[in-house]
Each structure stands twice: as structure tokens, then as C-alpha cells.
């Protein structure tokens, strides 16, 4: 959460930074385009009444670039999450409508009825599929990040992190994996994973370059876009969010609206037609592609 307040801010000042690496002015929005696909529009189930006719509603958070935020001129909303609904919407030979929301109202909104799904890197959890379907659309992924010059170059497994510093999120479920590699390392023989903490996203940067930390995670999309404007950390390596097994990131929708299977096939369409691809590597985001859409997969447990 400090990560997306930071960013929110960023989006009226220093996004112009990373225009090397990210399109984050207005006309970009909706670029990839994609084709109606019949399958997906016969999926739609009959009984489906879409918000508004004619339209595919789909609520977004602008928590951060490169998923979803505000562009140049304060008011539109670009990233990889828009583009994505964007084409959505054209399989289903809809037009968009996109809703800003804050993260913390979408569930209320989508089960009023506000809008038809939540396209806003929502990860599935069985928690959640108690109350909503899903659709996966990309990999849920964290990303292990050093500073350019760093001799630390590949973090897969528990051995890999033992005795390094790494900076992490209180309470977030990358912490919760990382205690585990932890306590495997020192079964293992192996040195203790230091985890540090820091009150803001700035302070901990400052700590990964000064040499008071060797690593830090977050969610790998955020550290792609850091990355990219300050150009002086690199990546060595992701986690999945449901480690040991893989947790992915979905289209949301309602219990029972029957869409979910509608919004598989169409993005199962767009992986065949390269369009899924085109998104993902617009914004820098290929290392979390699907091989394929699936809805209401295992998710992530009860913890």
C-alpha cells in the first residue's frame, strides 16, 4: 500500500522520467486493439444483463503504474489492467467503460451491481471465490530486485536468499513466504534471512543503495516500473504469490453471473492472437503471461 500512495503521487509529477520505457500519456490508452471474437460473445450466458447495454463496465484501482494509473493529464486512466479491459471488451464486441475505484470498493460495487467485473490485478483466493468468479489473465508474481552493481545475481530457492538482508512489506504475503525460506535455510545449516522494514517505499530504496540492504521484494510489476524511471536496480529473480504452487491474477466478476467463462474464452482468444502478448510487453510485463486463461483455479489458502 506505501508503494501505490507513492505512486499516485508520482503520477502528477515524475512519470515523465520513465518515458523512455512507459507510455503514460493519454492517446496511449486502448492502443492494442483487438478483434471480436464470436466464441466469446456466444459464451455470454442469455440471462447476462451488462450494466449498460452495448458497454463492458469494468472497475479499476489507479494504484500504480505500470497496472493501472493516471496519466499525464490527471485524468485518464493507462497501464497494463485498462489495456487488458480494452480488449476484453473488443472480444466481446463491446465498448469499454472504465470506472476508477479505490481498491478498498470493489467488492461492495461489484456485488451491487455496479459494474460487470473488476479488471485491477486481483489475485484469487479461495477466500474470495467464496463470493466471486474468476478469470485469470496473468501470473501473480513478486520480484526480488538488487542494486545494478550488486554480485548477488539469481534468488530461485530458500538457499539462494540465506543470510542476505532483504526488504519486504510488513504483513504482506510475500513476508509470509520469505519467514518459510527462512526457516527452511537455517534447517538446511544454512544463514537466516535478515527481513528489514521501512516506513515508505523512498526510505527503503535509499536503504537498498546505500548498502543497508541487499534486496528488496514487492510485487514485480511495481518493481518493473521502478526499475525503469530510476534505472539503478536490477531484477534477479520472481516468487509466485502462492509459492510453493503458482497463484495467479484474474477478471473478476460476480457468484454465479455466469460471465466468467465468457471472459476465459475471450482471453484465451487474445493469448492465440498475440494480442495478450502485444499488452504484456507494452508494459513490460511478459515474464507474468499465462500459457492459458482458467476459471476459478485453485487459489491461494486461508491463512
Same mark, same amino acid.
Given at each position: 500500500m506505501l508503494f501505490i500512495a507513492a505512486m499516485a503521487m508520482a503520477s502528477?509529477?515524475?512519470?515523465?522520467?520513465?518515458?523512455?520505457?512507459?507510455?503514460?500519456?493519454?492517446?496511449?490508452?486502448?492502443?492494442?486493439?483487438?478483434?471480436?471474437?464470436e466464441q466469446a460473445v456466444l459464451a455470454v450466458p442469455k440471462s447476462f444483463k451488462f450494466v449498460t447495454p452495448g458497454k463492458f463496465t469494468v472497475a479499476v484501482s489507479p494504484g500504480g503504474p505500470p497496472l493501472a494509473t493516471y496519466a499525464t493529464d490527471a485524468r485518464t486512466v493507462v497501464g497494463a489492467d485498462p489495456d487488458y479491459a480494452a480488449a476484453v471488451a473488443g472480444s466481446l464486441?463491446?465498448?469499454?467503460?472504465?470506472?476508477?475505484?479505490?481498491?478498498?470498493?470493489?467488492?461492495?460495487?461489484?456485488?451491487?451491481?455496479?459494474?460487470?467485473?473488476?479488471?485491477?490485478?486481483?489475485g484469487v483466493t479461495e477466500q474470495r471465490k467464496e463470493k466471486f468468479d474468476f478469470s485469470t489473465y496473468r501470473q501473480g508474481l513478486h520480484g526480488f530486485f538488487v542494486p545494478s552493481?550488486?554480485?548477488?545475481?539469481?534468488?530461485?530457492?530458500?538457499?539462494?536468499?540465506?543470510?542476505?538482508?532483504?526488504?519486504?512489506?510488513?504483513?504482506?504475503? !510475500?513476508?509470509?513466504?520469505?519467514?518459510?525460506?527462512?526457516?527452511?535455510?537455517?534447517?538446511?545449516?544454512?544463514?537466516?534471512?535478515?527481513?528489514?522494514?521501512?516506513?515508505?517505499?523512498?526510505?527503503?530504496?535509499?536503504?537498498?543503495?546505500?548498502?543497508?540492504?541487499?534486496?528488496?521484494?514487492?510485487?514485480?510489476?511495481?518493481?518493473?516500473?521502478?526499475?525503469?524511471?530510476?534505472?539503478?536496480?536490477? !531484477?534477479?529473480?520472481?516468487?509466485s504469490a502462492g509459492w510453493p504452487d503458482r497463484s495467479d491474477v484474474a477478471i473478476t466478476t460476480r457468484k454465479?453471473?455466469?460471465?466468467?467463462?465468457?471472459?476465459?474464452?475471450?482471453?484465451?482468444?487474445?493469448?492465440?492472437?498475440?494480442?495478450?502478448?502485444k499488452i504484456l510487453d507494452q508494459w513490460h510485463l511478459a515474464e507474468e503471461a499465462l500459457p492459458a486463461s482458467e476459471t476459478n483455479p485453485p487459489g491461494l489458502p486461508k491463512y
Open positions: 502528477t509529477g515524475c512519470l515523465a522520467s520513465a518515458a523512455d520505457d512507459f507510455d503514460l500519456s493519454p492517446e496511449q490508452t486502448n492502443r492494442v486493439l483487438a478483434a471480436r471474437n464486441g463491446l465498448t469499454l467503460e472504465l470506472v476508477p475505484v479505490a481498491w478498498a470498493d470493489w467488492p461492495l460495487g461489484l456485488t451491487s451491481g455496479k459494474y460487470d467485473a473488476v479488471i485491477s490485478n486481483v552493481g550488486s554480485k548477488v545475481v539469481s534468488i530461485k530457492e530458500p538457499k539462494d536468499a540465506a543470510g542476505l538482508r532483504i526488504i519486504v512489506g510488513a504483513g504482506t504475503n !510475500q513476508e509470509r513466504i520469505l519467514l518459510k525460506w527462512s526457516e527452511e535455510d537455517v534447517a538446511a545449516g544454512l544463514k537466516p534471512i535478515e527481513l528489514q522494514y521501512y516506513d515508505d517505499e523512498a526510505e527503503g530504496l535509499l536503504a537498498l543503495q546505500s548498502g543497508r540492504a541487499d534486496v528488496i521484494v514487492q510485487p514485480h510489476a511495481q518493481l518493473v516500473y521502478i526499475a525503469a524511471r530510476d534505472k539503478n536496480i536490477k !531484477q534477479v529473480g520472481t516468487l454465479g453471473s455466469g460471465l466468467a467463462g465468457a471472459l476465459t474464452v475471450a482471453t484465451n482468444g487474445l493469448i492465440k492472437d498475440g494480442t495478450y502478448a
